[in-house]
């Protein structure tokens, strides 16, 4: 059975992106910690980012980096930071999200409802950042 980011990647189920290209996706978490919150994602799944074929998960660390930059030139955080916990859904995942202090980075402290409307206006703020920034696939 695909996983939940395996229906987004293939349009079963809406996703707001920020970056598609032939191996990795970024889209908007729905349970974000922060305004911006973004999901890198492989196109295969693979469950654990220890499995990750190396040249895989290089390409997602630039990507990863990329969407950071778009978050960080578009949210203006003191700081963009990345998790990878892998506890939610069986595909690696890398979680990039603005954060202003440590308490950014819990998972715990992931809203649990979203207007899509303002994850969208939150996508539309990083897709712009990356073409301002030059950093499209």
């Given at each position: 059975?695909?996983?939940?980011?395996?229906?987004?990647?293939?349009?079963?189920?809406?996703?707001?992106?920020?970056?598609q290209d032939?191996?990795?996706?970024?889209?908007?978490?729905?349970?974000?910690?922060?305004?911006?919150?973004?999901?890198?994602v492989p196109?295969?799944?693979?469950?654990?980012?220890?499995d990750l074929?190396?040249?895989?998960?290089?390409?997602?660390?630039?990507?990863?980096?990329?969407?950071?930059?778009?978050?960080?030139?578009?949210?203006?955080?003191?700081?963009?930071?990345?998790?990878?916990?892998?506890?939610?859904?069986?595909?690696?995942?890398?979680?990039?999200?603005?954060?202003?202090?440590?308490?950014?980075?819990?998972?715990?402290?992931?809203?649990?409802?979203?207007?899509?409307?303002?994850?969208?206006?939150?996508?539309?703020?990083?897709?712009?950042?990356?073409?301002?920034?030059?950093?499209?696939?």
């Amino acid at each position: 059975m695909a996983t939940v980011f395996t229906r987004i990647i293939d349009g079963e189920i809406p996703g707001h992106f920020v970056w598609q290209d032939d191996r990795a996706v970024a889209f908007l978490s729905i349970n974000p910690i922060t305004v911006g919150h973004a999901l890198v994602v492989p196109r295969v799944e693979i469950d654990h980012w220890l499995d990750l074929d190396p040249d895989l998960a290089a390409h997602l660390m630039v990507v990863a980096r990329a969407v950071g930059q778009g978050i960080q030139h578009a949210f203006r955080p003191p700081r963009v930071g990345m998790e990878i916990a892998g506890f939610e859904v069986p595909h690696c995942h890398l979680h990039v999200l603005p954060i202003w202090g440590e308490d950014d980075l819990h998972l715990s402290r992931s809203a649990r409802t979203v207007d899509p409307a303002a994850l969208a206006d939150a996508a539309a703020h990083i897709r712009t950042a990356l073409a301002d920034l030059g950093l499209t696939p």
